[in-house]
């Protein structure tokens, strides 16, 4: 800039990181200019104050580069009291703003502004960190910026939605300052283009930014509607219904550990445990070792037991079974969710859900019978989760058989649902309990769960509650009528059956398949109620309606999900007609939600229908 320094001082720009602290008699390297550097930024850490922080902070996940004692100790802040069973708040952009945080503490005044990750500002694990911002600063301006390639996210009107940087994960900038009257929170949102965001941004007032309620235990950077807080929060979430819960299985090697075919899994396994060469099994299976798992370990538990036994069907991605060599000890990390996923092993059901939902409509409910991937319901956002209907009290024991989990001896089980959801469930339809594992007289684990599953799919409660249901486990609203409990279980068990692929209704296919009669599935498409597997669509499924198509279950269009990750593969004849089922399955589904919440209105409709004679809200 051709500025002349009136004297023999620097420029005030100084290289370091800034997460590490004053260092006390450091030892410098012997490099002069990096010593100079070193010794001079030590000391204006230590004695000089800060009131302006702006930045562009990283954007790495877990911060595994900076293990930095200092900032790992003042992040201790945003995890005290959270009582979560995993805290991912360990980003280095989450340690940039705890340190901005800490530097304008000490002084006292001043503001800072970052455009970092937008996870935080409506993520449930950052509760506490958004408390402890507020705590400091009286001011805070969010601007979210979306564009999450992680989410699919669109703008409102459907339009294409761009990030500002050639990045998955969304953006937002948020400023902060220290003023003496608290002038609470403004939000404001920004979709479309990243030109488009671009000329906003040059003329920041043009802005229409909203009034933040910053409610606790939340403090929402995002604007909420609350108005139905009481009346969704008096229901019992997901957590709070089932004893065990946990997050589906992530093999960490899916190439690896999961195959269509269960003959072509189990002759890989042979392979691996028969072949002594590990340099030949690592190039043959494309197996990499990692600083937590190494092939030479993992072949020795392989060895060890029987690999047909270790075989099982898998719950992968909606309507889309699969099967897994499930041996926990070479799953690393304990990302084989032994301690709940085992009872998956036996006859059962699973409630499957995420605790956070993809933008747009609530769609993350699904059932299994299977042992159930950790992505079966998003693709990035929304870990399944997986709740077993029964507990199986004996350890798991099993003798092989034909099938895909063998001849199971017969040990006990219970019903895996909490003993103040029973007696709260008994309580309002007004019925007593049976001795027996405390259910409702009358009533057997299946109608509790088929209740369950018909009452998520009220198209009327995900609008009713969207906005409780984008950040946190689904609540379950009870009802005092016995009959709308029995009309529910019953519409419910239609739905099991058609999602698990046993209804007989799926024998009666809606469509045909037109073209080639072996097709190869190239790139999935729809038109004219058909959806096309080949560029030139000369060959798909006819008869599939537009609405079945669209259909999503969690972050997945499943008409077009279960194809495109097919893609480069022959359709055999079960593919066909399985294909010919999920279609159906669909079509039913969406038909039953409908008489869901025409059940419900003809009881009183929401809330009416699960209110007590007493006026008491379920």
Not at 213 to 238: M, Q
Not at 296 to 325: G, M, T, W
Not at 329 to 346: F, S
């Amino acid at each position: 800039t051709k500025y002349l320094f009136g004297s023999d001082e620097r420029a005030r720009v100084y290289l370091t990181n800034a997460l590490e602290p004053w260092i006390r008699n450091p030892a410098f390297p012997e490099l002069e200019a990096l010593a100079h550097e070193a010794a001079a930024v030590n000391e204006i850490k230590h004695y000089r104050r800060f009131t302006v922080v702006i930045g562009n902070p990283p954007y790495s996940n877990f911060g595994q580069l900076n293990r930095i004692p200092f900032i790992l100790g003042l992040l201790d802040d945003y995890k005290r009291g959270l009582d979560e069973k995993k805290i991912n708040l360990d980003d280095d952009f989450i340690k940039f703003v705890r340190f901005s945080q800490y530097l304008l503490d000490r002084t006292g005044s001043g503001v800072f502004g970052m455009i970092t990750n937008n996870a935080f500002f409506d993520g449930p694990t950052h509760r506490r960190m958004r408390e402890s911002l507020l705590t400091s600063f009286g001011t805070v301006r969010a601007i979210n910026l979306h564009g999450s390639l992680k989410k699919n996210e669109t703008a409102p009107d459907g339009s294409k939605d761009e990030n500002v940087f050639d990045i998955t994960v969304g953006v937002g900038i948020s400023i902060y300052a220290k003023t003496i009257q608290k002038a609470g929170g403004l939000a404001s949102d920004l979709y479309g283009t990243r030109t488009s965001k671009y000329e906003w941004l040059t003329n920041c007032e043009s802005l229409d930014f909203r009034q933040l309620s910053l409610a606790s235990p939340e403090f929402y950077f995002v604007p909420k509607d609350f108005s139905l807080a009481v009346e969704y929060r008096s229901s019992p979430s997901i957590p709070e219904v089932f004893q065990l819960g946990i997050s589906g299985i992530k093999t960490h090697r899916d190439e690896l550990l999961i195959d269509y075919s269960r003959e072509q899994l189990v002759k890989r396994f042979e392979e691996i445990a028969r072949n002594s060469n590990l340099e030949t099994l690592r190039e043959q299976f494309r197996i990499e070792d990692t600083a937590y798992w190494t092939l030479a370990n993992a072949k020795r538990h392989i060895l060890e037991a029987s690999v047909q036994s270790k075989v099982f069907r898998y719950f992968y991605r909606p309507f889309d079974y699969r099967h897994i060599f499930y041996e926990p000890n070479i799953i690393e990390r304990g990302d084989a969710r032994w301690n709940v996923m085992q009872h998956m092993l036996h006859p059962n059901l699973a409630f499957i859900c995420t605790r956070q939902t993809n933008p747009g409509d609530f769609t993350e409910i699904l059932v299994s019978n299977a042992l159930v991937d950790k992505r079966a319901l998003a693709s990035f956002t929304g870990e399944a989760r997986g709740y077993p209907l029964y507990i199986y009290d004996e350890a798991l024991s099993f003798k092989l058989g034909k099938g895909d989990i063998g001849a199971y001896e017969s040990p006990t089980c219970r019903p895996n649902l909490s003993t103040a959801f029973l007696k709260s469930l008994a309580a309002r339809l007004q019925i007593s309990q049976e001795r027996q594992h405390d259910l409702p007289a009358g009533l057997t684990p299946e109608d509790i769960f088929h209740y369950i599953y018909a009452t998520f799919h009220s198209p009327a409660y995900r609008n009713r509650y969207a906005e409780f249901l984008k950040t946190d486990f689904p609540r379950l609203p009870l009802t005092g009528d016995l009959d709308l409990f029995r009309a529910l279980a019953r519409l419910g068990g239609e739905l099991v059956a058609l999602h698990l692929l046993e209804s007989p209704t799926l024998d009666q296919p809606m469509t045909e398949l037109v073209g080639n009669r072996n097709p190869e599935v190239e790139k999935p498409t729809w038109s004219k109620d058909t959806v096309w597997v080949d560029k030139r669509q000369t060959t798909g499924f006819q008869g599939v309606p537009e609405a079945v198509w669209n259909f999503h279950i969690g972050g997945y269009q499943v008409c077009h999900k279960w194809l495109k990750d097919r893609k480069g593969r022959t359709l055999s004849d079960d593919d066909i007609a399985h294909y010919h089922k999920v279609v159906v399955a669909l079509n039913e589904t969406i038909r039953l939600m409908q008489e869901i919440d025409a059940v419900i209105d003809e009881h009183g409709g929401w809330p009416g229908a699960f209110v007590l004679n007493s006026g008491e809200q379920a």
